[in-house]
């Protein structure tokens, strides 16, 4: 009888089988995780730990990326079209994109982890480029005040992940959709929340007792990324962009004016903004710029250095 070439091979399938048969027992290796997305990196942290190891996180928005300007690739929008979550978080690039994200998989739920958490308006500043940006808006035409109307939507400060309480209910929102769309999971979601909670709390008490003896309770930054982490810890946020835009010459000197008066050392940035007029008032000011990450995926770690850098920036 003649072999066939596959013969020999035999021995290894059987080996396999018995391999494959040993792994079997293990059900969690053979439920598949969920696929879900976020649109930035801190929702992606508190995601990942509140949903105790059944999901898989994916966020939109990559390091670096301006999730005010952002837009997403053909290649995640086809990713997307096979995902089952979508926890979107309120900053820009969802209101354009949310619906046609949702028009292309119907079968996608779509969470709103900042439902029910009063924001802020976005930052108590943009009344002082006033002579260079708000001539136009005094017209009383429909047109015009649709104008200011939408303008003064797009001004909620959208930062709210910066506050490790807002994190909480941010948790708390995300959870419930997990549980609708794992309904065989609500114990081990309900302890993963508590313990992301109980985490939360903890950073919220170390950054407290990091910057409450801090007697300089101002700080200057370009893109006011930190507003709900000022209104937290009691510090005053002072930015220097204008409504998304580098100042004109006259808000810059204010700026330079203020860093000297409030004895301000330190102007922080972040990555995916321009930092020349925050170089210009440090250099004006004998000072120097410090680079900051609101959108950090190490969302705790990362809150702690900032907590640092204000102490830091104070002591100079
Ligand atoms: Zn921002």
């Known amino acids: 009888m003649k072999l066939t070439p596959w013969r020999p091979l035999r021995p290894l399938f059987l080996s396999l089988a018995v391999c494959l048969a040993l792994a079997a027992p293990r059900p969690a290796l053979a439920a598949p995780r969920l696929d879900v997305f976020v649109s930035i ?103 015009s005040k649709r104008l200011v109307k939408d303008h003064e939507e797009g001004l909620k400060d959208p930062h709210i992940w910066l506050s490790p309480p807002l994190c909480i209910q941010m948790a708390e929102n995300a959870s419930r959709a997990l549980k ?42 370009f893109h006011p990324s930190w507003g709900y982490f000022a209104q937290r810890y009691n510090l005053i946020q002072i930015p220097i962009e204008v409504e998304g835009k580098e100042p004109g010459s006259r808000s810059l000197a204010r700026m330079i004016n203020a860093a000297r008066s409030q004895q301000i050392r330190v102007i922080f940035v972040q990555k995916g903004f321009s930092d020349r007029s925050a170089q210009v008032v440090a250099q004006a000011i004998g000072g120097r710029v410090v680079a900051l990450d609101p959108l950090a995926e190490d969302y705790a770690a990362n809150l702690e250095r900032t907590a640092r850098a204000f102490v830091e920036a104070k002591s100079e």
């Open 41 to 143: 990196g801190p929702q992606k942290y508190i995601v990942e730990h509140i949903g105790a190891g059944l999901v898989e996180v994916t966020a939109l928005v990559a390091d670096g990326q301006n999730p005010h300007t952002f837009e997403p690739t053909p290649k995640q929008i086809a990713r997307l079209s096979r995902a089952r979550i979508y926890f979107g978080v309120g900053v820009d690039f969802e209101r354009v994109w949310l619906p046609k994200i949702a028009s292309a998989n119907p079968s996608l739920l779509i969470a709103h982890m900042e439902e029910g958490i009063e924001k802020l308006a976005m930052s108590a500043d943009h009344h002082e480029g006033e002579e260079d940006h708000h001539e136009g808006e005094k017209g009383e035409t429909e047109a």
């Open 180 to 221: 609708a769309a794992l309904p065989g999971e609500s114990a081990r979601l309900d302890a993963a929340l508590a313990a992301f909670s109980a985490r939360m709390n903890a950073l919220d008490q170390r950054i407290r007792e990091m910057l409450s003896p801090l007697k300089q309770r101002k700080f200057m930054v």
